[in-house]
């Protein structure tokens, strides 16, 4: 599954997955539905780079008969802006707090994230296609979210989740997208 930026479109933002038909192909399968929060993150990464408010902290979709639900981007950011008690450290090589390096058609970002608080470290790794706008952005924060979530506790994460979709948080927008595994 690859969703490239119209040609010739520059201030394009590929839209966040339940308005995006590209993305409407995905079927089930795990790297599938990993590859869909990959471009809502990316989404809305680039509207806070344009000082959009992207308030929604967690996201749900049908998949087949399930639900599934996460936290987005901006609820892992304000989940650790919570929990504080942590550090960037610079990489190795380039001394930079986002290592970000080119790999072929894409830009592939490794942020080492420490938790402070249980003096741990954890990689956080991301691909970004060099046509999306902001390409070193969106990678180096995608790597950075990447790492930072795993930070979270499956337990705190859930009981965020519930807080969050609270129905006066979450704007009653039901996701558009349906399930097409099924399609011939
Ligand atoms: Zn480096």
Known sequence: MTVEPSKGVNVGVTPAPPHNRETDRASGTPLELLLLTEERDEAQIVAEMRGEIAETYVYSFQQGNRTITNLAYPGVKEAIRRRGNVAIVPCDCCKKAYHVEESGDDLRAIVKIHDLKNNV??????????????????????????????????????????????????????PAWKDTSQRP
């Open 121 to 174: 470290q954890f990689l956080g790794v991301s691909t970004c296609k060099k046509t999306v706008p902001f390409a070193y952005v969106v990678a180096a924060n995608k790597a950075e979210r990447n790492g930072l979530r795993k930070l979270l506790p499956e337990k705190e994460i859930a009981l965020l989740i519930k807080e969050w979709s609270k129905p006066s948080k979450q704007p009653a927008t039901q």
